[in-house]
């Protein structure tokens, strides 16, 4: 069955620390999208990266950085120079062809991020 | 732009009274529609989804259920809410398997 897992339940660093946040997940699909979300105290959930299972090139976003291994099922973050601002919960997430036609999104449990002033 | 609108904010019920959450999104269509809830300081788990008008996929057997009585209207139901019903829960939209939109959430509080 899919699964994602985010062994890391919380992190501390002191700000302008890097900080990277793992994600390994498992799937039978072929093809499939991995996802990273934000979720600031406030409670939504803003979505960060969506990343196609062909496409294995890193991208950077600002302060942002990912790396996306098939080879290790793994989908990490990496937040360079972190701020106070960046204190939120992560969430890594997988889609899933459900039945109908549609897909559904298999969540890990989330990493804690505490950047300390 | 899409927006996905979910009320109310927070809720505080009491138990066996009946719950309605409602979600709408606009500028999209035949949007795929979720519902999800989020236990205090957990993660996130799937209660319903669905493909179309009066589709609806259930992924955990409990004391709720949904509808979708037009095409951007997602509702979460219960006609006796239970402790275990407390939570944060949140609606969210999507199409073709990309990244799904999530609403602001309601904070449920079943007393």
């Known amino acids: 069955a899919q699964k994602v897992t985010q062994a890391q339940t919380e992190i501390s660093v002191v700000e302008k620390e890097d900080v990277t946040l793992d994600c390994v997940y498992e799937t039978r699909d072929t093809t499939y999208y991995l996802f990273w979300y934000k979720q600031p105290p406030s409670g939504e959930l803003v979505f960060l990266i969506r990343?196609?299972?062909?496409?294995?090139q890193n991208e950077i976003s600002g302060r942002y950085s990912w790396n996306f291994q098939k080879s290790t099922s793994s989908f990490n973050f990496t937040i360079t120079a972190s701020q106070v601002v960046d204190s939120a919960v992560y969430f890594c997430a997988l889609s899933e062809l459900a039945g109908s036609g549609t897909y559904k999104y298999i969540f890990g449990t989330g990493t804690r991020l505490k950047v300390l002033a | 732009s899409q927006t996905i609108h979910q009320w109310p904010a927070t809720l505080v019920q009491p138990v066996g009274s009946p719950l309605s959450l409602e979600c709408t999104v606009e500028?999209?269509?035949?949007?795929?529609l979720y519902w999800y809830r989020q236990a205090a300081g957990r993660g996130l788990q799937l209660l319903f989804y669905s493909v179309g008008i009066g589709q609806i996929s259930s992924e955990v057997p409990q004391n709720l259920s949904a509808s979708r009585p037009q095409d951007r209207q997602f509702i979460l139901s219960s006609k006796k809410l239970l402790l275990s019903d407390s939570g944060f829960y949140l609606c969210?939209?999507?199409?073709?398997?990309?990244?799904?939109?999530f609403g602001q959430g309601t904070r449920l509080t079943v007393v």
């Open positions: 500028g999209t269509s035949n949007p795929n």
């Open positions: 969210a939209w999507s199409v073709w398997g990309l990244e799904a939109f």
């Open positions: 990343r196609n299972s062909f496409d294995e």
